[in-house]
């Protein structure tokens, strides 16, 4: 800052790009101590969800290393036992599992890759509905862009910028970033004749909430008190989003656990049930 750098630049190395415009847009055209209030709810946020989280993985983590103990186990001291009683069914299942598996990892590398190239090559504001189109953290990933976009939004609007303003400066400021690319798209659409509302429900990351606001056609101080309620609302709802999405991991991971439980018994039981057919 000495040398004449403003705050959000001297931190761009060490913070995610959206982070640096948000910070950016306040220093220009809002509020920096509202904007990095409204950065540290976040980051307590994700600290508290991660210290969760940690601690929801606990037991099941341990329970996942038990398990691969006793698979080292069985493959070293049990299955070569049973290789001896194993019969040509047995290893006739045991090559076509093989197979289906190498099938199965192969094609999954070739559409990886070209998932990967295809990835590369979209902008910011198409991986960004890549990412809330995912299914179960589809919604958490609306919810948080949406909240996002309010934001910066209710900042500015407060600070006295119109739309159009507002998408000039998205667009200067953030180059081909996240923001810019949707100030780009509404002023693009708008110019077109499109309806403000509609442009606003075709967003998937948009809150309906925001089309009913900008249906209201208040003042721009009542327009960001609005949107700053919004704000709030959004915020809630991404919490209990990310707490119940929290609760579902250890029933998943207990779920794939007891699947290779099941894989086991069937690895055990099996040549032992082959064999015991021969004998009889």
Not at 63 to 70: F, K, S, V
Request: hydrophobic residues 45%; proline residues 3%.
């Amino acid at each position: 800052m000495g040398e004449g750098k403003t705050f959000a630049e001297c931190l761009r190395p060490y913070i995610k790009p959206t982070l640096y415009y948000q910070l950016l847009l306040a220093e220009q055209h809002g509020n920096l101590e509202e904007c990095l209030q409204e950065v540290g709810r976040v980051m307590m946020l994700r600290e508290k969800q991660r210290q969760k989280l940690i601690t929801l993985l606990q037991y099941p983590l341990i329970l996942i290393g038990l398990l691969m103990a006793l698979m080292i186990t069985l493959k070293i001291f049990v299955f070569p036992e049973l290789s001896q009683w194993g019969t040509e069914t047995s290893g006739r299942i045991g090559n076509y599992v093989i197979e289906t598996g190498a099938y199965f990892c192969g094609a999954s590398l070739v559409m990886s890759g070209f998932a990967l190239i295809r990835w590369r090559k979209l902008n910011q504001l198409q991986k960004v509905n890549v990412y809330c189109s995912l299914p179960i953290v589809g919604k958490c990933y609306r919810l948080f862009y949406g909240y996002y976009v309010v934001t910066n939004l209710a900042m500015m609007i407060r600070h006295g910028l119109t739309l159009n303003e507002i998408c000039v400066t998205l667009e200067k400021d953030q180059g081909e970033g996240f923001l810019a690319l949707l100030g780009r798209m509404v002023r693009d659409e708008a110019k077109l004749g499109q309806d403000l509302t509609k442009i606003m429900r075709h967003v998937s990351f948009l809150p309906r909430e925001l089309a009913v606001i900008a249906e209201k056609g208040s003042t721009l101080a009542d327009l960001g008190k609005d949107l700053s309620a919004l704000t709030n609302i959004l915020f809630q709802r991404l919490t209990k989003r990310i707490e119940r999405l929290l609760m579902l991991v250890q029933p998943i991971i207990f779920g794939i656990v007891a699947l290779v439980i099941i894989a086991l018994y069937l690895r055990l039981l099996l040549p032992i049930y082959h064999s015991v057919q021969g004998v009889i």
